[in-house]
C-alpha cells in the first residue's frame, strides 16, 4: 500500500487559535499553563484530522510557540551568551519568546536575535548565531515530548527536524571570523543524540529537512553532507532517516541525494518535477521516494489525472517503496478552503488549502491502485470539469490589459534623468534637513481601528461614518508626528487591513478568503490574497486618504504616499499558476503606475513603493538570478518611473540578506531606499560601503519588531556607524519596518528618541 505522509501541517488552527492564545499570554490574559495547555490541544486536533484525512505518519515537531529554527536552536543548546538567564537544564517558553522577540513575562530585556526569510518564502526565520567556540548540548525537550504525546494518543508519529548542513547554513557566526563548518563535528553529536532518544521511543521514520540541497552547494558543503549522513548510518540510525529537499529541483545535487545512505529521498515535484525521472531510476529500489505531488505552497486544486500519469511508471516499479505528501511543509497555505462561504462559487471550487490538499493525496493514491474503478473515475470527471471551466473563465482573461503589457516599451522602464539631476531638484523642492527623519508608513492598528472596520464591514457603519473615523484617525496620527518633530510625514493607514490586502481588495483579478490565514512571523499571520485573472486597478486606491492628510498640513510639510509594489504584491499573494511571474509582475506593475501618477497629480511629492518581498522572489539557484533580476527590477521600474523628476520615490526592504544583490536593488533606481538594518547589526552598511551605492538611504535605527524601547544614544551610535561608511548627506532616519503592530506608548517615546538622535547628529555634522 503507497503510504502518505505530511512534511508538516499549519499551526495555528482554523481560526488563528494559536495566535490568540499566544498573544493572551504576552500581554498577561492567560498564564503560561493555559497556553501549553491550549497548545496541546491544537497539536492533538491536528493530529486527529491528519490522521482522519488518511495519513500513514503524522508530523511531529511542526508545532512550535513561535518559529521552528528557534526551537531547533533551543534543542541544539544554541544561545546567545547575552540571554545568561536562560537556564540550559530548565529552558521555558518565556526563554523563547526572550530569543524571539527581546522580552520575556518574567520582564527581562535583551536585543532580540535576528530573524530573516525562510527560503523564497514570506515565513520568517529565528537566525542561529554561531561563535568560534560554540558549544552544543541537547537542551530542550520538546520534540521527544510531543513524540511521546502523539504515541500516547494513538497516532503514528514521524519526527521532522531540521537537518545539521542545512540548519549551520541558515545561522551566521558572531564575533571571530570562521567556517561554520568547523562546527559540523560537533553539532552532529548532539544530532546522533537526538536521533538515538527518537528511535529509543519506538518512531519507525525520522524526518531531516535539508533544503539547501536546493541551492548551488560548492564541494565543502556537498562534502559536510556525506560526511553527516555517513556518520548517521555508521551509528545505525541512516535506514529510519528520510531525508527532504524542497522549495525547488535538487539539479546538480541529485547524484549526492541519490547516493546518500539514508532510508529515504523526498523531492518537491512541484518545483523539482525535472529530476523525477531520474532520481527514480537512480535511487536504489529498496529506498523510499517520497513524491511531493501537491503543492504545499500555493492554494490551487491539483490536476489529478496528470499526477497519477506522473508517477504511474514509479509506482509499477516501486509498490509500496512510493511514498505521496505534498511538495513542502503545509505551513505555506490556509487550513480549510471548506470554511470560505462568501467566496465566488468558481473560484472556490479552484481551490485547496491544507485539508483538502490530503484530500487530494489519497485520490492520486487511489488512482494509481484502482485507476480503473468507478470512484476514481468519478473523482477524475468532476475534477477535469472544474479545470476546463477556470481555463475558459471569463473571470481569468483580459485582452485589454495583456495589451497594455504586450505595448510596454524601453521609455517605460526608466526615469527621466539620471539621479543625479533628479536629486538636486529634489533637494530644492523639498527642503528637508540633514539626517531627514520618516517612518516607513503605518501607525498602530489599534482595537478601535479594527472595530470601524469590522462595523463598516458588517454593514452596522455606513460608508460615510467609517470614513470620518478614518479621517479622525488621520488627524490624529498628524498632530502626533508634529509633535514628535518628524520631518516627512505618512497618514499612518488607518484605513488599510494588510499591505497587500487592501490594494488586491480594489484590483480586478484578486478574489479574498476569509479564513486563508497563514503565519509570517512569530504570532503575525497574513491573509494573502489570490490572483486568480488578469489584474487591472478600475478606480483609484490612496488618493483620498493621502489628499486629505496633506490638506491637513502647512504647506512647507511633507507627507508621504504609501503603496505596496509590484513583487510584494505578487509574492506576499497566492498567485495564479497558468502565467508566468513575470507577466503577473508587469500586469501589477502597470495598475500600481497609474496609483503613481494620480498621486503626484494630487500633490504628493514623495511617493513610497514599498518592496519588502524583493529578494524573496529569488531563485535559490544563483545561476537563475539574473532572469529574476531582469524582470523583477523591470516591474519596479514600471511602477516607479513616470513620475516628474521633482517627485521623490522611496522604496523599503526588510529583513532578508541584501549584501550579495546591490547591484540589483540599485538599478531599481529608487531616489531613497529604507532598509532594515537594525537587528543585523547594521551589517548590511558595509556591504552599501563597499558597493558605492548610488543613491540616498535611510538604514532601520532600531527594530520594531521588538516592544523594546530604544535609547537616543543606540541610535546615535548606529547613525556614526552609518555615516563613518556612506556620505552622511544621502541617510535618512527611520525605523526599520512598519509601526501596525506596535503599541502607541512604546511607539511615540521610540519615535521621540529617534527624533533626537537625528538633531544630536546634525550637531556632529
Known amino acids: 500500500m503507497i503510504k502518505l505522509h505530511s512534511l508538516g501541517f499549519p499551526k495555528i488552527g482554523k481560526n488563528r487559535e494559536w495566535k490568540k492564545a499566544i498573544e493572551s ?32 505518519y503524522v508530523p511531529v515537531g511542526d508545532f512550535n510557540y513561535y518559529d521552528h529554527i528557534l526551537n531547533a536552536s533551543l534543542t541544539l543548546g544554541v544561545i546567545p551568551s547575552r540571554f545568561s538567564s536562560i537556564d540550559r537544564k530548565n529552558i521555558t517558553l518565556d526563554d523563547m519568546f526572550l530569543m524571539a522577540r527581546g522580552r520575556s513575562a518574567r520582564g527581562i530585556e535583551e536585543s532580540a536575535s535576528e530573524m530573516t526569510k525562510w527560503f523564497d518564502t514570506n515565513y520568517h526565520y529565528i537566525v542561529p548565531e554561531f561563535t568560534k567556540n560554540q558549544k552544543f548540548e541537547l537542551s530542550f525537550s520538546s520534540l521527544f515530548d510531543e513524540v511521546a504525546e502523539a504515541h500516547k494518543a494513538g497516532f503514528k ?25 568547523s562546527l559540523l563535528k560537533p553539532l552532529l553529536n548532539v544530532y546522533q543524540e537526538i536521533l538515538s532518544k527518537l528511535l529509543a521511543q519506538g518512531v519507525e521514520w525520522i524526518e531531516l529537512d535539508e533544503p539547501i540541497l536546493s541551492m548551488e552547494l560548492d564541494e565543502n558543503w556537498q562534502e559536510a553532507i556525506k560526511d553527516a549522513y555517513s556518520a548517521f548510518n555508521e551509528s545505525g540510525a541512516g535506514k529510519n532517516i528520510l531525508l527532504a529537499n524542497y522549495f525547488d529541483k535538487l539539479g546538480e545535487n541529485r547524484d549526492l541525494a541519490i547516493s546518500l545512505p539514508v532510508g529515504g529521498l523526498h523531492l518537491d515535484l512541484i518545483k523539482g518535477k525535472s529530476d523525477f525521472s531520474y532520481v527514480e531510476q537512480k535511487l536504489a529500489k529498496d529506498k523510499i521516494l517520497s513524491a511531493g505531488i501537491v503543492d504545499g505552497g500555493n492554494i490551487w486544486i491539483n490536476d489529478i489525472a496528470a499526477s497519477v500519469e506522473m508517477l504511474r511508471g514509479a ?119 540633514l539626517f531627514p527623519t520618516t517612518t516607513i508608513g503605518s501607525f498602530p492598528q489599534t482595537a478601535q481601528i479594527r472595530k470601524y472596520r469590522r462595523l463598516y464591514k458588517s454593514s452596522q457603519m455606513s460608508l460615510v461614518e467609517y470614513e470620518n473615523k478614518i479621517k479622525e484617525e488621520i488627524d490624529k496620527v498628524i498632530q502626533k508626528q508634529l ?76 507627507v508621504k504616499g504609501m503603496l505596496t ?70 516591474a519596479f521600474q514600471v511602477a516607479s518611473s513616470g513620475v516628474r523628476d521633482e517627485t521623490q ?51 532601520g535605527v532600531y527594530d520594531i519588531h521588538s516592544p523594546n524601547v530604544p535609547s537616543t544614544k543606540e541610535m546615535v551610535d548606529l547613525l556614526k556607524k552609518a555615516s563613518q561608511l556612506i556620505d ?38
Open 25 to 56: 499570554y504576552w500581554s498577561g490574559n492567560i498564564s503560561l499553563e493555559k497556553l501549553e495547555k491550549l497548545g496541546k490541544e491544537l497539536r492533538l486536533n491536528n493530529w486527529q484530522l491528519q490522521n482522519n484525512s488518511g495519513l500513514d
Open 565 to 634: 509594489g509590484p513583487i510584494t504584491m505578487l509574492r506576499w499573494s497566492f498567485v495564479r499558476d497558468d502565467l508566468t511571474q513575470r507577466e503577473v509582475a508587469l500586469q501589477l506593475a502597470l495598475a500600481i503606475k497609474e496609483e503613481t501618477l494620480d498621486l503626484e497629480k494630487a500633490g504628493i511629492q514623495i511617493i513610497q513603493i514599498d518592496e519588502p518581498a524583493f529578494r524573496e522572489g529569488m531563485p535559490l539557484k544563483n545561476s537563475e538570478w539574473k532572469d529574476y533580476f531582469d524582470w523583477a527590477v523591470g
Open 728 to 765: 552622511h548627506e544621502k541617510l535618512w532616519v527611520n525605523p526599520d519596518c512598519g509601526l501596525k503592530t506596535r503599541n502607541w506608548p512604546e511607539v511615540e517615546k521610540s519615535l521621540e528618541n529617534m527624533v533626537q538622535a537625528a538633531k544630536t547628529m546634525r550637531e556632529l555634522c
Open 483 to 558: 509633535k514628535i518633530g518628524l520631518d516627512v510625514l505618512v497618514h499612518g493607514e488607518p484605513e488599510r487591513n494588510d499591505m497587500v490586502e487592501y490594494f488586491g481588495e480594489q484590483m480586478a483579478g484578486f478574489a479574498f478568503s476569509t479564513y486563508g490565514w497563514v503565519q509570517s512571523y512569530g504570532s503575525r499571520c497574513v491573509k494573502p490574497p489570490i490572483i486568480y485573472g488578469d489584474i487591472s486597478r478600475p478606480n483609484e486606491i490612496t488618493i483620498k486618504w493621502s489628499a486629505y492628510a496633506k490638506s491637513k498640513l502647512d504647506a512647507n510639510k511633507i
Open 649 to 699: 520615490i522611496h522604496t523599503h526592504m526588510c529583513y532578508s540578506e541584501f549584501n550579495d544583490i546591490m547591484d540589483a536593488i540599485a538599478k531599481m533606481d529608487a531616489d531613497v531606499i529604507s532598509i532594515e538594518a537594525s537587528r543585523s547589526g547594521f551589517e548590511l552598511i558595509g556591504g552599501l560601503q563597499n558597493f558605492k551605492y548610488p543613491n540616498d538611504i535611510g538604514p
Open 315 to 433: 509506482y509499477l516499479r516501486r509498490g509500496q517503496n512510493l511514498w505521496l505528501a505534498p511538495s513542502c511543509s503545509l505551513l505555506h497555505v490556509p487550513v480549510d478552503a471548506t470554511l470560505e462561504e462568501k467566496m465566488d462559487s468558481d473560484v472556490k471550487s479552484w481551490l485547496a488549502f491544507s485539508v483538502q490538499k490530503l484530500a487530494e493525496l489519497n485520490q492520486i493514491r487511489l488512482g494509481l491502485i484502482d485507476g480503473k474503478g468507478e470512484e476514481f473515475i468519478n473523482i477524475l470527471k468532476e475534477r477535469q470539469e472544474i479545470l476546463s471551466v477556470k481555463q475558459a473563465s471569463m473571470k481569468v482573461i483580459n485582452q485589454q490589459v495583456r495589451g497594455k503589457v504586450a505595448g510596454l516599451d524601453e521609455s517605460d522602464y526608466k526615469r527621466k534623468s539620471s539621479f543625479a539631476k533628479r536629486r538636486i531638484q529634489q533637494k530644492d523642492n523639498l527642503n528637508l534637513p
Open 157 to 181: 508519529a514521524k519526527p521532522v527536524f531540521i537537518g545539521p548542513v542545512s540548519y549551520l547554513w541558515l545561522g551566521k557566526v558572531k564575533g571571530d571570523d570562521f567556517d561554520k563548518l
